[in-house]
């Protein structure tokens, strides 16, 4: 079953080289390729060699595709960029605005961005080889696995890797590339959610400070049943726009990943 998911994880990540161009001219032969590689895959999977029916290879796709999104996105950039930018909409006052859909789209394409490199490294090592059948899949899931590992490994803080290895009663590891990705991951997961909380905490400052001084002049004039939150919420789209926001917030959270 191991296998099967790992197989499908490599399926997915090559799902994602597909979409840029670049690595379209550079796949062999296009979808006869792909097809050929997908055969293949399936093909170890089922351990004599032989490939696996039609109706089997689509059950087991269909099954990985509920659960490999989720798993990919929690190995990559994604989880910072969408929490961010959640909290910065909090930040501003706005509900619904931009809509959750923008907000995923705009974290998948910066994801994207970010994660460049690794993909780069990810189909010349590993998917470009396996595709003209120049490695098996376990040496193409290996090879793979050591790209997200060390992209993983940058953005983790060593106080979560020592959490996660004490509560596992895991030995000391000589070097960072020697942690198991099931200590490695929910290591990287938790340094992710208190990195975008810190940034999200200081998006939060000056937009805060709006709303107190909103909410002293309102109390200063008497004016206690209007909402500060009606009249904070225009001064802080006017900050918001003159500081050019969503390009300075892209641009750090870019910057933010030491790749």
Known sequence: ??????????LLLAAFLLIDPAFAQAAPAGPAATSGALTRALSDVSGDGRPLSLSLQILILMS???VLPSLVLMMTSFTRIIIVLSLLRQALGLQQTPPNQVLVGLALFLSLFVMRPAIDQINGQAFDPYGKGQISIEEAI???GKVLHGFMAKQTRESDLKLFSGLAEAPPYRTVADVPFTIL??????????????????????????DLVVASTLMALGMMMLSPTIISMPFKLLLFVLVDGWALTMGSLAGSFAT
């Open 64 to 66: 990985l595709l509920t």
């Open 1 to 10: 079953m191991t296998k099967i998911i790992v197989v499908g994880l490599v």
């Open 185 to 210: 991951l929910p290591a990287f997961v938790t340094s992710e959610l208190k990195t975008a909380f810190q940034i999200g905490f200081m998006i939060f400052l000056p937009f805060l400070i709006i």
């Open 142 to 144: 290996g090879r793979g």
